[in-house]
């Protein structure tokens, strides 16, 4: 198993996007297990990763992961089958002040309902554009992120020595950058 760091992580995963777009999930649980740090999973038709991230709450957090040697088929699926695959999309302003226009429109039946149907319309509108590989010079829409209170790690000794090991790094990190920290 190797454990990669921020940029090179981003850097391979990146180049597996590119080969393929198409559905592509990032999911990341808001409950983590025993160790303070956010879980995280990105799954491909042909992959799945495990990452560690220290914070959601700041603008570059510290991440570390693993590519996973398991098929990304077999991971506990724990989004809706409705919902937009994650990846790039072009930004069409036309298209994007449409959709703002509507859903500001029907605020007021926004507010007397929840915001499904927000999420409905975005799902939608996301879902009618296809994934692509970015280019310099153009403006890209770049998610949907799916953040969930589950945790999507399964619990069996597999991941959790990935998870320990994860999170064994990331501290290392974590002291590395901010010594006087811990």
Do not use: C
Not at 82 to 98: E, H, L, Q, S, V
Not at 154 to 180: C, G, M, V
């Amino acid at each position: 198993m190797e454990i990669l760091d921020d940029k090179i992580l981003a850097k391979n995963i990146f180049q597996k996007y590119t080969v393929n777009p198409k559905n592509w999930n990032f999911i990341i649980s808001t409950t983590s297990i025993q160790d303070g740090f956010f879980d995280a999973t990105i799954t491909s038709p042909d992959e799945a990763w495990q990452l560690k991230i220290d914070s959601l709450y700041k603008p570059l957090p510290i991440i570390t992961g693993t590519k996973l040697d398991i098929e990304s088929s077999k991971m506990k699926k724990m989004f809706n089958k409705d919902m937009a695959p994650f990846g790039y999309r072009k930004i069409d302003p036309p298209m994007i002040m449409n959709l703002f226009k509507k859903i500001s429109q029907e605020q007021e039946t926004i507010a007397r309902k929840d915001m499904d149907y927000v999420n409905n319309e975005l799902n939608s509108f996301l879902g009618s554009l296809e994934p692509t590989v970015p280019e310099k010079g153009i403006d890209y829409l770049y998610g949907p992120f799916l953040f969930t209170n589950k945790n999507i790690i399964e619990n069996n000794p597999y991941h959790k020595n990935i998870s320990e090991k994860l999170a064994t790094n990331l501290k290392k990190k974590i002291k590395d950058r901010y010594p006087s920290y811990g």
